[in-house]
């Protein structure tokens, strides 16, 4: 979409009806009509045409939420876009919504760690059984399908460990095997990379990250093909899930410097990571920053750029150097969420990565996820830099 959509994303939504550059913050429950046959055609028009705002009550949304619907069905070129109260929210709606009782879900090892909570421990309350498949083993997952599978949940690349699949061979497999696919897109939202387009089903982003990339709300939307839009929609009635309207436009407002942020995370990310895969005491860089390493081939392959996440593996028998390193950072907060114009540091313990069965790290090798802020990329690399010497 190039150009045209960064032109788009900051000229759409204008409300003109009251002369301003974007739209007022509706917030209702009740919307009010003007006869009983007026709600009747409302309702019908709906039912005709379910990715048009004619609502009759406040759970589906305001003109508020519905504007940013439709920008984010626009960027993710898909059928329908769901918006959720968080990103997690998203992947609930997603999962639950596909899924019945003894079905199976294939998930890949390096899930977000509620995902694997929800999947692998929630889900069995329906007797619903979650497998996890190696992301770096495309046959590993092939072996995995039977009768009873279902869902195929990718995320791309994978939390802490940014593993990148090749994302069409699976969905090749999926349709053959008339499975359905849904992938985690927050790392490179639907700016760098269009899942719907290369044919999964479903397609989630936390808004809270790099949509609102100001650390100051939450969301999620899913966005879906219309191979599941009857299931999704059945679910999205009885979930109660709803972005309210001081959020939607929170993130409407973030949402207009989406491609000028992500750029410049990109062009942080790339000089840090360079810096980083320098040192020594860093054995592994999480980031396509090189030609011709594994990681960088299947990023090249699907997506337009990278975000400003990272993560790096650090080898040593001292964990609490390694501690000392982090906790030395000064322009680093520390924090779980990302996506903000911040920098943000975390240590991913061996506890928090235990329950992995293909993609867990050695006693001695520690994980650092890093999000790489707006910030002079000079002052965090020299951040950093003074910190490392702390490293034993
Ligand atoms: C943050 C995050 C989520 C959850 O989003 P929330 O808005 O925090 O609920 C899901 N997946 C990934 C990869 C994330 O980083």
């Given amino acids: 979409m190039g150009n045209s959509f960064k032109t788009f994303l900051k000229h759409t939504a204008k409300d ?56 984010l069905r626009k960027i993710e070129e898909c059928y329908k876009v769901y918006l959720t109260p968080t990103g997690f929210g998203a992947i609930f709606l997603g999962v639950l919504s596909v899924l019945k009782p003894d079905d199976e879900i294939l998930v890949t090892d390096s899930v977000y760690s509620p995902s694997r909570l929800l999947t692998d421990t929630y889900l069995k309350k329906f007797n619903i059984r979650a497998i ?45 095997n008339k499975i359905y696919t849904a992938i985690d897109n927050t790392w490179g939202t639907p700016y760098y990379l269009k ?3 290369l044919g999964f089903d479903m397609s989630i982003v936390s808004a809270t990250k790099y949509y609102s990339g100001h650390s100051d709300v939450m969301g999620g939307s899913l966005a879906i093909s219309k191979r599941v839009f009857k299931l999704v929609e059945a679910t999205y009635k009885v979930s109660g899930l709803r972005l309210g309207p001081d959020d939607a436009y ?35 860089v999480f980031y396509p920053y090189k030609k011709g390493s594994q990681n960088y081939k299947l990023w090249k392959k699907y997506y337009s750029g990278a975000s400003g996440l990272l993560g790096f593996k650090i080898k040593s028998k001292n964990k609490n150097s390694v501690l000392k390193f982090i906790n030395s950072l000064k322009l680093f907060g520390y924090g779980f969420s990302w996506g903000g114009f911040e920098s943000l540091a975390l240590y991913q313990t061996h506890q928090a990565l235990g329950k992995r069965q293909f993609t867990h790290i050695n006693k001695d090798e520690h994980i650092i996820r890093m999000h790489i802020g707006l910030e002079d990329p000079k002052d965090i690399i020299d951040d950093i830099k003074q910190a490392l010497k702390f490293i034993k």
């Fill in 250 to 284: 929170l993130i409407l407002r973030g949402i207009r410097t989406l491609d000028v942020r992500l750029e410049k995370h990109q062009e942080n990310a790339l000089k840090v990571s360079k810096f980083l895969s320098k040192q020594k005491k860093i054995i592994k």
């Fill in 132 to 176: 996890f498949y190696n992301p770096n083993d495309f046959n590993d997952l092939k072996s995995k399908i039977t009768k009873k599978t279902k869902l195929i949940f990718v995320e791309n690349p994978g939390s802490n460990t940014f593993e990148f699949q090749d994302l069409s061979k699976i969905v090749a497999l999926a349709k053959k």
């Fill in 195 to 197: 899942p719907i387009k």
């Fill in 16 to 71: 003109f009806r009251n002369q301003s550059v974007n739209p007022p913050v509706v917030r209702a429950s009740t919307i009010i009509f003007k006869s009983m046959q007026d709600i009747k055609k409302t309702q019908s028009k709906y039912l005709k045409d379910p990715v048009s705002g004619n609502f009759d009550y406040g759970r589906q949304g305001t003109s508020t939420t519905y504007a940013l619907q439709q920008i």
